[in-house]
């Protein structure tokens, strides 16, 4: 008698399966003559095999497939990682009695106001102060001078394109001049191209449908189960992918914005232009593990540059936000997230290299969430024994044959 615990199963479905297999029949013997499975089973290992190449195939060929369809997969995919973590909401919202159209409605109008917030926040005032750059290049070589004269071969990359800056300078300055920076998500979208626009659009609608037909969609999924262990098994997916995904965002986010904050409030003591401006930039690439703070560092030392006149003071930006960081990832993150949320950094790692690839930036944000989709959907379904079904029996270990008298040959 087995263990059910041994085989890492259930014990509901060890005692499921193990019904089954006291009415299923006995295996039959291996054949006396050696000559390897029937017909029957060759025919279905034939078909496994080339299910095996098909699969294999499928999975060479879609981020070639991904990458090239990315204006459709990749508003898709944000759509549907913005909605799943949006479910806690929807269900919250729901149990006070509410329609589902209604919550979804809520949730996706929340949504967009916290998005046209940020956007107030974050690139209205960058697009503004990045305008003054050709104008701040002499401050900049000015705090670069000392460290200029001992690279040279920077000091003569950099002397090129303070020329190149100077003499396309003035030809564009009455064009940049005329336009104004957009002050809100619509006026954004005004400004933009027509495919962005229908893109944004696509995606509002697709989380606003997925909200409002996720409740019935997740009972007729639950429900059309042959079986009450499948059944359970779908509902526990669904729901661990529910959970981690909104639980990882949720505590990111908010940690991401007591880091903007508190960066925001630093930069502010020290006299840095758009305090909140930086603050924002610093929470929103915190979401990119290991690469965003480093981003965020080099652009605070830029901005740096540009403002003040010592190059110490101008790098304390930099080192503010450097320094928030590691205590953030080294001290509060593994605090609050704990064990559960805990993933392997090189999976990380390939995460946001394979993501980065297929769709830049928006790839690399999307990295650890489709990460944790991931993981939690293969984890649920468990890993099939293709190779074993493939290889069971006179493939790559062959039986040794049978006497009359039961004994193996020798």
Request: charged letters at 15%; glycine letters at 8%.
């Amino acid at each position: 008698m087995v263990d059910p615990s041994e085989t890492g199963v259930s014990p509901a479905v060890a005692a499921t399966l193990g019904g089954a297999a006291a009415v299923a029949p006995a295996p039959s013997p291996p054949p006396e003559n050696g000559e390897g499975p029937p017909v029957d089973d060759r025919r279905d290992r034939l078909l496994a095999g080339l299910t095996l190449i098909a699969g294999i195939a499928l999975l060479l060929g879609l981020p070639f497939a991904l990458k090239a369809g990315a204006e459709f997969f990749l508003p898709v995919t944000i759509s549907l990682v913005i909605a799943i973590a949006l479910i806690p909401v929807l269900e919250w919202l729901e149990r006070r009695r509410l329609p589902s159209w209604i919550a979804a409605l809520f949730c996706v109008l929340s949504f967009l106001a916290l998005a046209n917030v940020a956007l107030a926040a974050i690139v209205v005032p960058a697009i503004e102060f990045f305008r003054k750059l050709p104008e701040r290049i002499d401050r900049i070589q000015a705090n670069l001078a000392p460290l200029l004269d001992l690279y040279q071969t920077l000091e003569k990359y950099m002397n090129r394109t303070i020329t190149h800056l100077a003499n396309t300078g003035p030809v564009k300055a009455p064009a940049t001049a005329a336009v104004a920076p957009p002050g809100s998500l619509l006026e954004l979208a005004a400004t933009s191209a027509p495919t962005a626009i229908i893109q944004v659009f696509f995606g509002v609608l697709v989380v606003f449908f997925f909200l409002a037909g996720w409740t019935r969609a997740r009972r007729k999924t639950i429900t059309s189960r042959a079986s009450f262990g499948g059944a359970m098994a779908t509902a526990r997916v669904i729901q661990d992918v529910v959970d981690d995904v909104s639980a990882y965002l949720g505590t990111i986010t908010l940690i991401n914005v007591v880091l903007g904050a508190i960066v925001g409030t630093a930069l502010w003591a020290v006299g840095m232009p758009y305090p909140a401006m930086w603050g924002g930039i610093a929470a929103l690439l915190n979401y990119v593990p290991y690469f965003g703070p480093i981003v965020a560092a080099l652009l605070l030392a830029v901005g740096g540059l540009m403002t003040f006149n010592d190059i110490w003071i101008a790098l304390i930006p930099a080192a503010i936000m450097i320094g928030c960081h590691l205590v953030e990832a080294n001290v509060i993150t593994p605090l609050i997230v704990g064990h559960r949320l805990t993933i392997n950094p090189v999976l990380i790692l390939i995460s946001l290299s394979f993501w980065s690839w297929v769709w830049g930036t928006p790839g690399a944000l999307l990295a650890v969430p489709l990460l944790i989709i991931i993981q939690t959907v293969v984890g649920a379904a468990g890993k099939p024994d293709i190779a074993g079904f493939l290889f069971e029996r006179g493939t790559l270990v062959r039986e040794r044959p049978r006497t009359r008298f039961g004994i193996r040959r020798t």
